[in-house]
T-cell receptor, first 111, second 114 residues
Framework: DQQVKQNSPSLSVQEGRISILNCDYT??????FLWYKKYPAEGPTFLIS?????DKNEDGRFTVFLNKSAKHLSLHIVPSQPGDSAVYFC??????????FGTGTSLTVIP | DTEVTQTPKHLVMGMTNKKSLKCEQH?????MYWYKQKAKKPPELMFV?????LSINESVPSRFSPECPNSSLLNLHLHALQPEDSALYLC???????WGVGAFFGQGTRLTVV
């Protein structure tokens, strides 16, 4: 049973616009959430994270929002750049050292 | 050095072979992981080592045998695999605490069982 879900397998966005990637989870015990970026033939690369005690975390062009009541998180990329084209996985963690990944969203940023 | 190094990058093995995947990190991380990823699927957690001791085994078949010889190395020994075990095997490491940077992943070993 998939505890972390990304319902959009793909997303296309024009360069300079906002990319919004969504993620839903079912396990209310998850206490840490992460986004990873993955290029072909490479392992996932950590992007940004958020603890369950927060509802927003920002790092440059990347912002993650957490809505615990809805069990939903989203990643906003502003402005989107062609180099952002990759597969994005959200991941959730509980207990310590167990990361569970969503199914991924393939983002294409069109120049 | 913020790398997790996995060898080999590609491996083809027969169902009667014995082989090993290797993973190395020098970031002082005390948690190390094996993940399995099939095409168009998310990485699936297999094993977690914490301070060189196996702390999590996600009901992985015994034909996969992990080993953590020291705090920098993680092996995955393979024996009598099945064709459906063909996948990308990812190693990762993380700090025991300080969740801010998540886990670092290697580039993976692409395993094909014939």
């Amino acid at each position: 049973d998939q505890q972390v879900k990304q319902n959009s397998p793909s997303l296309s966005v024009q360069e300079g616009r906002i990319s919004i990637l969504n993620c839903d989870y079912t396990n209310s015990m998850f206490d840490y959430f992460l986004w990873y970026k993955k290029y072909p033939a490479e392992g996932p690369t950590f992007l940004i994270s958020i603890s369950s005690i927060k509802d927003k975390n920002e790092d440059g062009r990347f912002t993650v929002f957490l809505n615990k009541s809805a069990k939903h998180l989203s990643l906003h990329i502003v402005p989107s750049q062609p180099g952002d084209s990759a597969v994005y996985f959200c991941a959730a963690s509980y207990p310590v050292n167990q990361f569970y990944f969503g199914t991924g969203t393939s983002l294409t940023v069109i120049p | 050095d913020t790398e997790v190094t996995q060898t080999p990058k590609h491996l083809v093995m027969g169902m009667t072979n014995k082989k090993s995947l290797k993973c190395e990190q020098h970031m002082g991380h005390r948690a190390m992981y094996w993940y399995k990823q099939k095409a168009k699927k998310p990485p699936e957690l297999m094993f977690v080592y914490s301070y060189e001791k196996l702390s999590i085994n996600e009901s992985v078949p015994s034909r996969f045998s992990p080993e953590c010889p020291n705090s920098s190395l993680l092996n995955l020994h393979l024996h009598a695999l099945q064709p459906e075990d063909s996948a990308l095997y990812l190693c990762a490491s993380s700090q025991e605490s300080g969740w801010g940077v998540g886990a670092f992943f290697g580039q993976g070993t692409r395993l094909t069982v014939v």
